[in-house]
């Protein structure tokens, strides 16, 4: 089992930047893969950004990509969303998730076995 907890959250006006932090407890964080998925009211679940186990490899969706920048620290096991420049279409409520599968497509939410409860961002434009 992984538990993972986000904070960081919160109101900031077009333009700003928030940092997100998962903490993560439990089974060994380097063997998961980890990701960033937000959902905004009456949308589906959407894919932000994921990070692999070595902290090597990352991968953006086309909307965030040059904005948001996820890191992972493995002696605090802990992963990070940083985001710039946010506009009001980034307002949701984000959620960190860990992955133990390998070789899988990791910007799809069902390829994540441990969730964190979330945290809202809103966006005032």
């Known amino acids: 089992q992984v538990q993972l907890v986000e904070s960081g959250g919160g109101l900031v006006q077009a333009g700003g930047s928030l940092e997100l932090s998962c903490a993560a407890s439990?089974?060994?964080?380097?063997?998961?893969?980890m990701g960033w998925f937000r959902q905004a009211p009456g949308k589906e679940r959407e894919f932000v950004t994921t990070?692999?186990?070595?902290?090597?490899?990352?991968y953006y969706a086309d909307s965030v990509k040059g904005r948001f920048t996820i890191s992972r620290d493995k002696a605090k096991n802990t992963v990070y969303l940083q985001m710039n420049s946010l506009k009001a279409e980034d307002t949701a409520v984000y959620y960190c998730?860990?992955?133990?599968?390998?070789?899988?497509?990791?910007?799809?939410?069902?390829?994540?076995?441990?969730w964190g409860q979330g945290t809202q961002i809103t966006v005032s434009s």
């Open positions: 990070i692999s186990r070595s902290g090597v490899s990352t």
């Open positions: 998730a860990a992955s133990e599968r390998v070789g899988v497509d990791y910007t799809i939410p069902d390829t994540y076995d441990y």
């Open positions: 439990g089974r060994t964080f380097s063997s998961t893969h």
